[in-house]
């Protein structure tokens, strides 16, 4: 079974700075995708970035230039750092693991005030 651990959400000021961390532990298939997902009330879940083992990272649009996927694959660890937060940031944030099928953090929440 595999269990991801995240941490560093928080409430920060427009133009703060915040930066997530998610451990990933148990059987955990060596070629895979770690990623940042998130969800504000009332809207869909929506991808924010993710890394594969050995690639390059992807951001969705809204993120470009502000946010910063990377990972620690012998720690199998991937990290969020957000620069630039604005209030439609705001949501809750979902580590993922795609390995043979998806595995999901609990989520934290990241609040942006203005």
């Known amino acids: 079974q595999v269990q991801l651990v995240e941490s560093g959400g928080g409430l920060v000021q427009v133009g703060g700075s915040l930066r997530l961390s998610c451990a990933a532990s148990?059987?955990?298939?060596?070629?895979?995708?770690m990623g940042w997902y998130r969800q504000a009330p009332g809207k869909q879940r929506e991808l924010v970035a993710m890394i594969p083992t050995g690639g390059g990272p992807v951001y969705v649009d809204s993120v470009k230039g502000r946010f910063t996927i990377s990972r620690d694959t012998a720690k199998n660890t991937v990290y969020l750092q957000m620069n630039s937060l604005k209030p439609e940031d705001t949501a809750v944030y979902f580590c993922?693991?795609?390995?043979?099928?998806?595995?999901w953090g609990q989520g934290t929440q990241v609040t942006v005030s203005s």
């Open positions: 148990g059987s955990i298939f060596a070629a895979n995708i």
């Open positions: 993922n693991l795609k390995a043979l099928r998806d595995y």
